[in-house]
C-alpha cells in the first residue's frame, strides 16, 4: 500500500527538486513536494500562470523540452499518489521530530499566515538560490533591478520594467537576461560584463569538457549579435543616475587589476538597470538543521547527503552550478535517499550517468567562478552616502565608520553597531557587501527561520497536536 | 513585439484594481508587481528613513523591496501576491501602519 512506503519531504521544485522526487518516487518512496511557489519549475522553469493563457511560453526559455518530461513525469506520479504536490507553501523551518523524522512547518499562500505542517522520515534540501548584488551609488533607484529578477517578472508575469536597459554584472546569467528582454522587444542598449573573455581561454580544460555549454554561449552571442546589442566585457557600472526613476547609468572601463581607469566614464541613457554579480545559495533551512556549511553552501558528500542523518540537499543549496547540475544532484539525492530509506543495496552505479555530468559540470562552474568575480576594487566606487542595507537604510559611511571608528572586525559586529542586516530580508540583499567594505570574508548568517513568521504561528508550532 | 506577443498570450477577461484611488487595469494570473509594472508604475513605497521611493528588486521575494498595503494589509510583498479584481492597492509608506 502506498501510504506504507516512507515518506521523503522534498523541499524546492526547481530543477532539483523535481529530478529528486521523480528519482525517489521511482524507487519505493512516498514523496511530498513543498514549495512557496504556484506551480513547480523553479527559477529556470517560471512559466507564466494559466490565466495569461501563454500559448508559446518556450518563447522565453531553453531546454524546454526538459522541462516538459519532468512536467509530465510530476504529472504521472501526483495521479499515481506517489507525489504529493504542495503549491504556495512557504517552509520556515524543518526540525527532527520525537522519536524519529522530521517535521517541517510552511505557512500557506502569498499572505503566509495559516500554518501547515508536513511530518516525512527524511527531507531533501532543493531550495535554490537568489541573486547578489554588490551596491553603487544610485542602486536604491526605482528601475534598478536583479538580472534574475528582470528574467523572473518577465518569465513569471509577461512584463518588463522599461524600453531600454542596460544589463550588467558579471556571471552568465546575464546572457539569458540581456536576450530575453531583447527578445520580448526591450531595447537592450548594452551587456556591461566586468569579467575579461581573454580569462576563459586560459581554462581550456574545463571548459572544452563541456561542448554543450560552449555551444550554449555561442548561441547567444549570436543573439545579441541579431538584436545590435554593444557588448562591454571589462567594464563596470558606476553609478545610476535619476531622482525619483532611473534615466542613466554611468559605465567605465577596468584595468587588469580591476580599477575603474580613470576618464573612461561615459554616461548611458537607459530606465531600467539589470544588475547582477553572481548568485548566493538558500542555506537557512540547512543551517536550522545544524547541517555543516561550507563556504556558503551546504555540505555534502557523494550521495548528496548532509553530515545530518535523514537530510539530503541537491541543486544550488550545495553550491551555484545551473540547471543542468541541479537536475544531477537532484536525481542522485533521490536515488540515494530512497535506497536508503527502503534499505536496498546502495549502487552507486546506478547514478553513474548523474555523477559524470556532476563532475563535469562542478568543474566547468568552479572555471567560470574565477572568471566571474566582481572587479577586485568595486568598494572604491561605493560612494560613503550609498546606502548598503537596504532595509535599515544604512550607509556605506556607517559601516566604514563601524570599522574604522568603532573598531568592528566582522559583519556580526558591524550589523550590531549600524543595524546593516537587521531589517525584513535579514541580510539576504547586504552581506556581501557589507563584508565587502569592512575586508573581512562573508560567512554564513545563521537565520533561525528561513521566512518571517506571524509570532502566534511560532508560540503554536511546539503544540503536539498541531498537525 | 512584447512579452504577451511574445509567447504568444491570450489572457482571460482583463479587471481593474485600484492604486491609490486610481484605476489600473490588470490581467488574470498576474501577480500585484507584474500588473503596476504593466501599468508603467515602478515605485509604489516610501521608505521609513529618508522617505525613498521603492519597487521591485529581486522579484522573488527575498528583498522586501516591493512592499505594499494591498487590501488594507500593508507590507504584503508585491511580488509574491496574485492580483485579483476589486483589490484596493495603496503606496505604502514608511511601516505601513501610519506611524
Ligand atoms: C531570479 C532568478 C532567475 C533565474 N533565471 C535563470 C535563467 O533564466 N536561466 C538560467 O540559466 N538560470 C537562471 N537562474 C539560475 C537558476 O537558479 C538555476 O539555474 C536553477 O534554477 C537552480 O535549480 P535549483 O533546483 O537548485 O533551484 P531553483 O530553481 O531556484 O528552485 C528552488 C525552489 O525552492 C523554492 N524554495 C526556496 N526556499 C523555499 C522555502 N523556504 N519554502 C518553500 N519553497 C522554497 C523556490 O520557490 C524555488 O521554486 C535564475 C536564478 C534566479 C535567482
Ligand atoms: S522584489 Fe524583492 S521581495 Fe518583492
Given amino acids: ?467 | 513585439m512584447n512579452p504577451l506577443e511574445l509567447v504568444g498570450a491570450e489572457p482571460g477577461p482583463g479587471f481593474t484594481v485600484t492604486l491609490d484611488g486610481r484605476e489600473i487595469a490588470a490581467l488574470p494570473g498576474q501577480t500585484v508587481a507584474a500588473a503596476l509594472w504593466a501599468a508603467g508604475v515602478t515605485s509604489w513605497r516610501a521608505t521609513r528613513g529618508a522617505g525613498r521611493p521603492r519597487g521591485v528588486f529581486c522579484g522573488i521575494g527575498v528583498c522586501f523591496d516591493c512592499l505594499v498595503t494591498v487590501n488594507d494589509r500593508p507590507n504584503q510583498r508585491a511580488c509574491l501576491v496574485p492580483v485579483r479584481a476589486g483589490d484596493t492597492i495603496r503606496m505604502q509608506e514608511g511601516t505601513g501602519h501610519g506611524d
Wanted: proline share 6%.
Fill in chain 1, 1 to 467: 500500500m502506498a501510504t506504507e512506503r516512507p515518506h521523503l519531504a522534498v523541499i524546492g521544485a526547481g530543477p532539483a527538486g523535481l529530478a529528486a522526487s521523480l528519482a525517489a518516487a521511482a524507487h519505493g518512496v512516498r514523496v511530498t513536494l513543498i514549495d512557496s511557489a504556484a506551480g513547480a519549475g523553479g527559477q529556470f522553469y517560471r512559466r507564466p500562470p494559466a490565466g495569461l493563457g501563454a500559448r508559446r511560453p518556450e518563447a522565453l526559455h531553453h531546454q524546454w523540452r526538459t522541462w516538459r518530461r519532468l512536467e509530465d513525469a510530476l504529472a504521472a506520479r501526483v495521479e499515481a499518489g506517489t507525489i504529493r504536490h504542495l503549491a504556495d507553501h512557504h517552509v520556515w523551518c524543518v526540525v527532527p521530530a520525537v522519536p524519529v523524522g522530521f517535521v517541517v512547518h510552511a505557512l500557506l499562500g502569498p499572505l503566509q499566515e495559516e500554518p501547515v505542517t508536513v511530518r516525512a522520515d527524511a527531507v531533501l534540501l532543493a531550495t535554490g538560490g537568489y541573486e547578489k548584488v554588490l551596491p553603487f551609488p544610485g542602486w536604491t533607484l526605482p528601475g534598478v533591478v536583479t538580472a534574475g529578477g528582470a528574467q523572473a517578472m518577465l518569465k513569471g508575469g509577461l512584463v518588463v520594467p522599461g524600453q531600454r536597459v542596460v544589463v550588467a554584472g558579471t556571471g552568465p546569467l546575464l546572457l539569458p537576461v540581456a536576450t530575453g528582454l531583447a527578445a520580448a522587444g526591450v531595447e537592450v542598449a548594452a551587456l556591461v560584463e566586468s569579467a575579461d573573455p581573454k580569462a576563459f581561454l586560459r581554462r581550456p580544460v574545463a571548459l572544452a569538457a563541456q561542448p554543450g555549454k560552449l555551444a550554449e554561449g555561442v548561441r547567444y552571442g549570436a543573439q545579441l549579435l541579431r538584436h545590435h546589442v554593444k557588448l562591454l566585457p571589462r567594464h563596470t557600472v558606476v553609478a545610476a543616475h535619476g531622482e525619483e526613476r532611473l534615466d542613466a547609468v554611468t559605465v567605465a572601463a577596468l584595468d587588469t587589476h580591476g580599477r575603474v581607469r580613470p576618464g573612461t566614464e561615459r554616461r548611458v541613457p537607459c530606465d531600467t538597470l539589470a544588475v547582477g554579480h553572481g548568485m548566493l545559495a538558500h542555506i537557512d533551512l540547512a543551517e536550522s538543521l545544524g547541517c555543516r556549511i561550507d563556504g556558503l553552501n551546504v555540505a555534502v558528500d557523494e550521495e548528496q547527503r548532509t553530515d545530518v542523518p535523514g537530510v539530503w540537499a541537491a541543486g544550488e543549496t550545495t553550491g551555484i552550478g545551473g540547471a543542468a547540475l541541479s537536475l544531477a544532484e537532484g536525481h542522485i539525492a533521490g536515488r540515494s535517499a530512497a535506497a536508503r530509506l527502503t534499505g536496498t543495496r546502495l549502487d552507486p552505479r546506478a547514478w553513474a550517468r548523474a555523477a559524470r555530468s556532476r563532475r563535469r559540470a562542478r568543474e566547468f562552474f568552479a572555471a567560470l567562478d574565477t572568471v566571474h568575480v566582481p572587479p577586485a576594487h568595486w568598494t572604491e566606487q561605493v560612494t560613503d552616502d550609498t546606502v548598503v542595507c537596504r532595509c535599515e537604510e544604512v550607509t556605506a559611511g556607517a559601516v566604514r565608520n563601524a570599522v574604522d571608528e568603532l573598531g568592528a572586525g566582522d559583519v556580526r559586529t558591524v550589523k550590531l553597531l549600524t543595524r546593516a542586516g537587521m531589517g525584513w530580508c535579514q541580510g539576504r540583499m547586504c552581506e556581501p557587501a557589507v563584508a565587502g567594505l569592512a575586508g573581512c570574508e562573508q560567512t554564513p548568517a545563521r537565520r533561525l527561520l528561513a521566512r518571517p513568521v506571524p509570532l502566534g504561528v511560532l508560540a503554536r508550532a511546539g503544540d503536539p497536536d498541531d498537525d
